[in-house]
Structures are given as structure tokens and as C-alpha cells.
């Protein structure tokens, strides 16, 4: 992928005492681009989660990519995560959606705008759905990428760690902790090491301490999102290696899904981890399309 003309900027909201950050990618060559909102998942912060910089394999920014398409996007970190404001004590979902609600109301007026294309990742689908559920006039379209749901093996590996996350609210994750989401159900030759590297630096560096309030949520209050109160055009998406979503436990949900105009797309050689790993250039095609039609 040739990237031109794409530059980064820093943007920066409260509420209720809450400072948020928010990085916004861009192509300087479009003009009255339709706005991409990215909402990450329960580890790390929105730039590193979707504006991974390698030298040299420049195809694994979402960010750049979708800018490259013609796309104004925006990654905000909600509360407790990367740049923004880590509150002492636990954090709900319900809060990072009212975050996400204070970040799409602020690019509506910045970019004089009267909707946001919408994506969420993993513990992102659950705060971005409720926001959908509580704001869908604000949604044009919506990709729900690696949802969850209750019988998915990762929640399955979290239940035992119930009585832990109530008496922390943030745990400390080295370096070598943030490469094994890479490996979980997924063969070794969809990862690339180089990018595993980089993002497990990455997310260390900027995630000195992270919030285990999404946690204790997936755990005590799935299911989080009523689909038949998401009426915007959805598309669900996830690799075929997931932990976390796959197609039992996700076709019901979809089904649901009230719009008729919904994809379900399954990403070969890929896992949770999808747009950092073998199968993210169709991913991206995948959801620049959805967006577009």
C-alpha cells in the first residue's frame, strides 16, 4: 500500500471531568470526506490499536488505509486507556459509551457532519453498540468486528479471574504480555513477527496500567447490546481463528439485526487480532466497502 498525503492530527475533549483523546488520520487530497470513528477494544488505547506504524510493511495502519480510501477517521482512547484520563477506581462500559457519545458529538460539529460510520473491536462493540442503542440517529453505518459473546472461549478464560477484578481496577501488563492474544487459536503462520513486536512495544509504552473495569463487565453483564435495538445498515466481521467471536454464538445476534442491509464476513487466515495479522488487507477491502456502498 502507497500512503500519500495522509497526515495525523491531535484533538482533545472533557466531560464531567473527563479529558479524552482522540488522533485522526486524514487525506489531505479529499474534501467533505465521509467521518470513520474506530472504538478499540479492553487493552490498548485507539492509535495503537489502529495506527500500528512499521517501517518498511506499511499496510497494517486500518487508519491509513481508510484515509488512503477516501475517509476521515478518528481513533478516540475512552477513559482509562492510553492518553486520556485513568479515574481511580473502576470504570463501566456503560461509561466508555457515554465517552464514545461526548467523541461523535464533538467530530459531528468539527467536521459539520450529521453522521459517523462507526467501528467497533472486541469490548469496543460492546460500548459502541450501546451508544448505537442509545444515539442510532447519530450512526450512518456499523461494523461490529470480533464481537464477543457469552459462550466465546476468551470469556470462558476470563470467568475465573471474577473475584481478581473487582479488587483492581488496573493490572500492570509487561511487554511479552501483549503477544500471546496473537497466538490464541491462531496457527503461527498468520502472524507476522516483526508486527507483534511493535505492537506489544507499542501498547506497553502508552498502556502503563490497564483498567480492568471492561473486564469484570464481560464477565458479570453479557449480553451488553440488544440487537434488535441496532437499526442501522450492520456488518459483523472476524477471522476464522477468533477466541472471541465465531459463528455460533454470533448468528443468532444476527439474525436479529432489524436493517436489511447486513453482512456477516468471515476472514481467512486470521484471528482476533485480524487487521495485524495475514488476513488483514481483505479485512480492510471488506470494510472500506461496507462503508462506501
Known amino acids: 500500500m502507497t500512503v500519500k498525503h495522509v497526515v495525523g492530527t491531535e484533538h482533545w475533549i472533557e466531560h464531567d471531568g473527563i479529558k479524552l483523546y482522540i488522533w485522526e488520520k486524514s487525506n489531505e487530497e479529499s474534501s467533505e470526506k465521509p467521518v470513520v470513528v474506530l472504538?478499540?477494544?479492553s487493552a490498548t488505547a485507539g492509535r495503537e490499536s489502529f495506527d500500528l506504524q512499521i517501517p518498511g510493511k506499511p499496510s497494517y495502519s486500518l487508519m491509513d488505509y481508510l484515509a488512503n480510501e477516501g475517509f476521515d477517521i478518528f481513533a478516540p482512547d475512552v477513559r482509562g486507556f492510553g492518553r486520556s484520563t485513568h479515574?481511580?477506581?473502576h470504570f463501566s462500559t456503560w461509561d466508555a459509551s457515554e465517552d464514545l457519545n461526548m467523541v461523535v458529538d464533538?467530530?459531528?460539529k468539527f467536521r459539520d457532519a450529521q453522521r459517523v460510520n462507526l467501528l467497533g473491536w472486541s469490548w469496543g462493540t460492546q460500548y459502541g453498540g450501546m451508544f448505537?442503542?442509545?444515539h442510532p440517529e447519530k450512526t450512518a453505518?456499523?461494523?461490529s468486528y470480533a464481537q464477543m459473546h457469552c459462550n466465546s472461549p476468551d470469556i470462558a478464560r476470563?470467568?475465573?479471574k471474577i473475584e481478581f477484578y473487582p479488587k483492581n481496577p488496573y493490572v500492570?501488563?509487561?511487554e511479552v504480555g501483549w503477544k500471546g492474544r496473537f497466538y490464541s487459536m491462531t496457527p503461527a503462520e498468520v502472524n507476522d513477527s516483526d508486527v507483534i513486536d511493535k505492537f506489544a512495544k507499542d501498547a506497553s509504552t502508552i498502556e502503563i496500567n490497564t483498567p480492568n473495569g471492561p473486564q469484570l463487565d464481560m464477565v458479570t453483564i453479557m449480553p451488553m447490546v440488544n440487537p434488535c435495538l441496532l437499526p442501522?445498515?450492520?456488518?459483523?466481521i472476524h477471522g476464522e481463528y477468533d477466541d472471541v467471536a465465531d459463528l455460533d454464538g454470533l448468528l443468532p445476534f444476527y439474525r436479529q439485526l432489524p436493517n436489511p442491509y447486513k453482512r456477516y464476513v468471515v476472514i481467512p487466515e486470521a484471528g482476533h487480532m485480524m487487521h495485524f495479522q495475514k488476513g488483514h488487507l481483505l479485512f480492510q477491502k471488506e470494510v472500506a466497502s461496507f462503508f462506501k456502498d
Not at 442501522?232 to 459483523?236: A, L
Open 141 to 143: 453505518k456499523y461494523v
Open 158 to 160: 476470563r470467568k475465573p
Open 132 to 134: 448505537i442503542m442509545a
Open 87 to 89: 479515574p481511580q477506581g
Open 106 to 108: 464533538y467530530i459531528l
Open 232 to 236: 442501522v445498515p450492520t456488518m459483523m
Open 39 to 41: 472504538a478499540h477494544g
Open 172 to 174: 500492570h501488563i509487561p
